[in-house]
């Protein structure tokens, strides 16, 4: 039997803006595919729709700019979705990356991430 763990974005954010000011609705592009809660997205600089981080595209996308506070699934339609895009903080280790990231580039992320006011911090 297969078990899994129900996260919600309290799991993700640890503290953010009054009101959730930090906190935007979005589109999530199709083709985006199952997305889980937590995943570091990158904006598709054409559109200005949302998707995963991708760190070989040349779209916008390869630059981390949003994390989604919601699991969606934009695998063949668009999707409305909440996203943490300013003024927070985050823990780190429940952040959801690309397979295949190294070190240097999640740091590159991370940094992008805190450019907009998201910290990732260790948490408990």
Do not use: C, H, Y
Not at 35 to 40: E, N, Y
Not at 64 to 76: K, R
Not at 89 to 115: F, M, N, S
Request: hydrophobic letters at 45%; glycine letters at 8%; aromatic letters at 4%.
């Amino acid at each position: 039997m297969e078990t899994f763990t129900l996260k919600t974005d309290a799991d993700i954010v640890k503290d953010e803006g009054k009101n959730r000011f930090s906190r935007d609705t979005d589109t999530l592009a199709s083709g985006s595919g199952l997305v889980k809660i937590g995943t570091v997205l990158g904006k598709v600089t054409a559109s200005g729709k949302f998707k995963p981080l991708a760190l070989a595209a040349s779209d916008g996308t390869q630059l981390a700019g949003a994390i989604i506070l919601q699991a969606a699934d934009a695998t063949s339609a668009d999707q409305s979705v909440v996203n943490l895009k300013r003024r927070a903080q985050v823990v780190l280790q429940e952040l959801v990356w690309p397979a295949g990231i190294t070190d240097p580039q999640k740091k590159t992320a991370i940094e992008q991430l805190a450019a907009l006011g998201i910290i990732a911090r260790m948490g408990v």
